[in-house]
């Protein structure tokens, strides 16, 4: 399972970014993806969550702010990020839980190669 992130870069601060992340590869179905960040020098924090049905939860610091949703036929979540402030800037990463084909009643967990937003002030 391969998952594909972009849409990252550079934006001033008060400006808008949408992040997308493609799933590909053999499984039967993701159960949930989200979409983590990485500023430098700190560790990987929880951005936003959205699971196969139930509530989407976001860190306190983007609600209000970010929205995450996912288009289940493209095997694609989205984040979009609108008022970006100049301390979101971080290495941000898609992920999925992922039940394989093989393993139908396991779930393996994936991360995307990451992408790169930058805020200035």
């Known amino acids: 399972v391969q998952l594909q992130a972009s849409g990252g870069g550079l934006v001033q601060a008060g400006g808008s970014l949408i992040l997308s992340c493609a799933a590909s590869g053999n499984f039967w179905r993701i159960d949930a993806m989200a979409w983590y960040r990485q500023a430098p020098g700190s560790q990987r924090e929880l951005v936003a969550h959205i699971p196969l049905r139930g509530t989407t939860n976001y860190a306190d610091s983007v609600k209000g702010r970010f929205t995450i949703s996912r288009d289940n036929a493209k095997n694609t979540v989205y984040l979009q990020m609108n008022s970006l402030k100049p301390e979101d800037t971080a290495v941000y990463y898609c992920?999925?839980?992922?039940?394989?084909?093989?393993?139908?009643?396991?779930?393996?967990?994936?991360w995307g190669q990451g992408t790169l937003v930058t805020v200035s002030s």
């Open positions: 992920y999925a839980k992922v039940r394989l084909k093989a393993t139908v009643l396991q779930q393996t967990d994936y």
